[in-house]
């Protein structure tokens, strides 16, 4: 017999937690869910747009009764649980029936405040919660014409210009003196108050109601002062409190929320809660990306899979009124030892400021250009050193020279037949379709069904945006955690920690112990753990030819018409009369159909037939070549210019100090690509300021450089430090490759793993800390001692035979 | 159906998740090994671009292209929604360690 799981409260929350657990256990339980309102779940946020008259109640429905019965999961609507016997594991419904749990989830979500004024019963006195009170509201558009909005938050001011926008008069009554004071500071609220004046809103500062008025119906709103208002609605948005009714009758553990540890369990540990119900760890939440954390993790418990924890969300916060652009997160009011950063021009309505703490982003408001907003909410939550950008970060991402990110102006303004994806020719209308009509959360599902941003990924700033501006709210905010891939929930920094700690040495050992959601992993993750394996143990891991992308398979780039190419290594990118009579009589013997000088420096053959590879090699191999790797997230090129051997600005022998790190370098594998250039002085001619690790030889010795890339993105280095011995620059760059090694993610390449972790951090193990430098260079040099083996000779003594030859012939 | 198996060789030399080339008259032909140790054959030609699928990473029964990755289910041919094409499957069989194939193309209801 399946154990049974009840649900209630059926909304946001819990459902999304029944969502996880269907995708981690769909045979585990008979599922029951209560729900006092008479709908399936839908998206509560957008009550707001419904209001305003922007979307229908049928478009924001997330899960339909039809979903409920394909995962023959039993929804009961209109029924409220009163009651929960913990002994007997049964919850009792407000008709009095009765139904047993094995494990109960709770998610009655909140209820707004209302004031307890005289008069606060009368007909056209609501709330603003669910789509019953929006009926009221819209309803009462039609009929009457005064409104009044006491409160002026988020959801008031989203309630007032719903009201606004279906014609009735407004006025919003707010005791403070600045609008919106959780989520905004003076400058800002003022900037909002005048731009909602200036639609037609009406507002009562720093004013207090005393009571509603009238005989069945509210006629009328007195102040404090005396004044009487005409009021035939009031909608109270004063706040909203967990809904612990329930919990309370049935004597679990609450002081505001239900309190919970960080599985999600209550005190009784049958009985878990997730949603705005809950205060974990002290605090209780109102929006949803945090709550959607919550369920994740509830799920992974309910599943009986017991790993992850839910250790609390940073929050930030978009007001939904059409064409007002205001973001706000974290604490942006700061304490006696933050620094505000605050750019302000009133005449062209755009204000940022910026709480900075240890300089590290603790808050942020802004208001009228909100392009930025996600940019720094990653900063904040990753709690990166802004040291490096100080300077120049109210200016905005755009400025650090990384274009295409987070330009929602831009986007929203682009026509829908414009492009966002190059690779698989997406355009914004097809983005934007799916994301409404399949009821797209995350980016995740974005690539699933329109693989747009799944392929080079350089859009995927474009695609997070029009997923922002499509779905609103707070879905910009894609969960912290990103998981490795659809096959775990793990992230990446999860998955290396496990492989470490618990000294799981193979593929099939990781995905056993994390418990893999599917058989063998996909085309992403197992590449992705052959790295980490081949990282973590060095000398014990057995290389999984089948987790390798054919490329780094058959150690060949793949074409588009299947040939291959081949491109040996050319030290330091410098060579001989004897080693080119060489390649020219292999490439002439072999009929190479192209011979091309590469923008690396080295010569490619290309056209070449997989069954000739092992001959072609076998001849390369004699000549004294080795694999150059062009086709690996490995060490590609160390290009290199002629340096004061013969160049007459030439400060130190560029050429010889690129072949030394060529020499030590090559064969490793990385994340990503990895490239490598050493000049002989400041002109720089290898380009060495666009190399994930660039040399630039100075009089007094050697400028060190990292992070820099070409591609889609240039990105030139940032300047991490100067030595003085051809020595230090091998014990620093094996340093840095090795910290790169141990701990970017796989597929991030050095310059936006830099910007993740800050230069800084960089800095703090390659630079100020000798003993750490050494420790990392030591780990390098060790792991090179079994990546050093030409992996083509090898393969033209007969390795891997069965790569290259077909099973049978039969033509 | 009566089928003309062709006998392509032994089972052993087909790598678990991955794949082996059998060379006909009428074009490439792909044949997989699963982590369960089922066996597919395919035609070596993705129907996005012709990409060859036998170089492509299989997990469960599926292949990644190598080209563009797409998903082809290896049993049926079709590429995994939401994209859309397919390329010609074939039966296989094993029998004492052999594996044979039939070059008459399966029939697949798109
Ligand atoms: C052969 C070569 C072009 C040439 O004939 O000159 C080349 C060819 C390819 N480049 Fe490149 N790149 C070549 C130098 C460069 C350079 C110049 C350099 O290395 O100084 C750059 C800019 C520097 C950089 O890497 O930042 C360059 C930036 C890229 C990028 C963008 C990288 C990025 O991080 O944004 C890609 C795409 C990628 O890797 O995802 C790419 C990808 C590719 C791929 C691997 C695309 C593919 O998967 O088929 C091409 C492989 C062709 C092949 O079969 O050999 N290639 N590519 C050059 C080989 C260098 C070598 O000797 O190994
Ligand atoms: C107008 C509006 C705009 C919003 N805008 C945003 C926004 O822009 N961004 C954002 O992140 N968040 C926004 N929110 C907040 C967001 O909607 C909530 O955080 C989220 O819906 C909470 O999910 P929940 O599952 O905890 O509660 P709910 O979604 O409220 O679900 C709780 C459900 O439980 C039912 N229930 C309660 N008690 C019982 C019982 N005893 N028996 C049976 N059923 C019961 C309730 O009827 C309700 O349907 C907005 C909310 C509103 C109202
Ligand atoms: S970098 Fe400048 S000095 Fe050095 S070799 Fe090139 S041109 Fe000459
Ligand atoms: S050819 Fe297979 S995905 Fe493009």
């Not at chain 1, 790993?307 to 929050?315: A, K, L, P």
Request: hydrophobic share 35%; with cysteine.
């Amino acid at each position: 017999m399946k154990e049974k799981l009840v649900l209630v409260g059926n909304g946001m929350a819990g459902v999304r937690t029944l969502e996880e657990v269907l995708k981690l256990a769909p045979d585990m339980y008979e599922i029951t869910v209560f729900g006092e309102e008479p709908y399936p779940n839908y998206n509560r946020i957008m009550l707001s747009p419904v209001l305003a008259g922007e979307k229908t109640i049928e478009e924001i429905t997330l899960n339909d009764r039809q979903w409920y019965e394909d995962n023959g999961i039993k929804l009961v609507t209109g029924k409220k649980v009163t009651n929960i016997d913990r002994i007997k594991h049964k919850v009792i419904a407000d008709d009095g029936s009765e139904h047993s749990y094995d494990r109960l989830l709770i998610a009655t979500g909140s209820k707004p405040i209302i004031l307890p004024l005289p008069g606060k019963d009368l007909k056209g006195v609501i709330g603003f919660r669910d789509i019953h009170d929006v009926d009221l509201m819209l309803e009462a558009s039609t009929k009457y014409k005064n409104a009044i909005v006491i409160g002026g938050g988020l959801l008031g001011l989203e309630a007032a210009n719903g009201l606004m926008q279906q014609g009735m008069n407004v006025t919003v009554i707010h005791l403070l003196d600045r609008l919106m004071e959780k989520q905004l500071d003076d400058a800002s609220a003022k900037m909002l108050k005048s731009s909602l004046e200036e639609r037609g809103l009406k507002f009562l500062m720093e004013t207090q109601t005393e009571a509603i008025l009238g005989k069945n119906r509210v006629e009328k709103v007195k102040l404090k002062d005396g004044t009487e208002l005409d009021a035939d609605l009031v909608v109270m948005a004063v706040g909203i409190r967990p809904n612990v009714d329930l919990a309370k009758t049935a004597k679990l553990h609450t002081i505001r929320g239900i309190v919970v540890n960080d599985t999600l369990q209550t005190y009784d540990p049958r009985v878990y809660a997730v949603g705005e119900c809950v205060e974990h760890r002290s605090n209780t939440y109102g929006l949803v990306a945090p709550l959607f954390e919550m369920s994740k993790v509830c799920a992974n418990h309910l599943a009986k899979h017991g790993i992850g924890m839910y250790q609390g969300s940073v929050t930030s916060t978009k007001l939904k009124v059409t064409g007002i652009d205001l973001f706000s997160a974290g604490d942006f009011f700061g304490n006696e030892n933050s620094e505000d950063l605050v750019y302000q021009d009133e005449a062209s309505g755009v204000y940022r400021k910026l709480v900075v703490q240890n300089n590290r982003i603790i808050g942020a408001v802004m208001y009228g250009d909100t392009i930025d907003g996600s940019w720094y909410f990653d900063l904040l939550r990753d709690e990166t050193d802004i040291t490096d950008f100080r300077k120049t970060i109210l200016f905005g991402q755009a400025h650090l020279g990384d274009s295409g990110h987070g330009e929602d102006d831009r986007v929203a303004l682009m026509a829908d037949t414009a492009e966002i994806c190059g690779c698989n020719g997406i355009c914004k209308g097809e983005i934007v379709k799916a994301i409404t009509k399949e009821k797209l959360f995350t980016l995740e599902d974005v690539r699933l069904h329109t693989k747009a941003s799944n392929s080079c990924g350089s859009c995927t700033g474009l695609v997070e945006t029009l997923l922002a501006l499509t779905v609103g709210g707070d879905y910009s905010v894609a969960p912290h955690l990103k998981p490795m891939c659809g096959c775990t929930d793990f992230t990446h920094d999860e998955v290396r920690g496990t492989i470490k700690r618990n000294e799981l040495k193979t593929i099939r050992n990781v995905m056993d112990f994390m418990e893999w959601k599917t058989p063998d992993g996909c085309g992403k993750c197992r590449p992705g753990l052959n790295f980490y394996l081949t990282c973590a143990w060095p000398d014990e891991y057995v290389d999984d030819s089948q987790s390798r992308f054919i490329n780094e398979r058959v150690h060949a780039n793949i074409q588009k018409d299947g040939t291959y190419s081949v491109i040996p290594r050319m030290w330091g990118g410098e060579t001989t009369p004897k080693e080119l009579i060489a390649l020219g009589q292999i490439a002439e013997n072999h009929k190479v159909p192209t011979v091309h000088v590469t923008g690396g420096q080295r010569i490619d053959f290309l056209g070449i037939k997989k069954e000739n590879l092992p001959a072609i090699w076998g001849d390369l191999s004699k000549a004294g070549f080795v694999s150059g790797h062009a086709y690996g997230k490995a060490v590609r090129t160390v290009k290199t210019c002629v340096g004061s051997e013969w160049c007459r600005f030439g400060t130190q022998n560029s050429t010889q100090m690129g072949i030394d790190l060529e020499k030590m370098t090559w064969g490793s594998w990385m994340p990503h690509k990895f490239k490598l250039a050493v000049s002989g002085c400041p002109r720089n001619c290898a380009e060495a300021t666009i190399k994930d690790f660039g040399v630039v030889a100075v009089d007094s010795g050697w400028e060190l450089h990292v992070g820099g890339n070409g591609g889609v993105k240039v990105r030139a280095t940032d300047f991490m430090c100067a030595v003085t011995t051809t020595d230090e620059v091998k014990e620093y760059c094996a340093a840095f490759m090795q910290l790169y090694r141990s701990e970017a993610h796989y597929l991030e390449r050095t310059a936006p793993w830099i910007e993740r972790v800050g230069l800084t951090y960089v800095k703090e193990r390659i630079v100020d800390d000798a003993e750490k430098r050494k420790k990392f260079a030591e780990e390098f040099w060790f792991s090179q001692k079994f990546s050093q083996d030409d992996p083509w000779k090898a393969r033209a003594e007969g390795v891997d035979a069965h790569e290259y030859t077909p099973i049978v012939s039969m033509v | 159906m009566s089928e003309n198996w062709l006998k392509v060789g032994k089972f052993d030399d087909i790598p678990k998740l991955g794949s082996r080339l059998v060379k006909t008259a009428d074009g490439d032909i792909a044949i997989f090994r699963t982590s369960e140790d089922e066996i597919f054959a395919l035609r070596d030609s993705c129907p996005h671009k012709q990409g060859p699928l036998s170089q492509g990473i299989v997990y469960g029964k599926k292949v990644s292209c190598p080209l563009h990755d797409w998903k082809i289910h290896l049993d049926t041919g079709l590429a995994v929604a939401p994209d859309e094409g397919c390329t010609a499957s074939f039966p296989v069989k094993i029998d004492a360690g052999i594996v044979y194939i039939s070059l008459d193309e399966k029939k697949t209801e798109e």
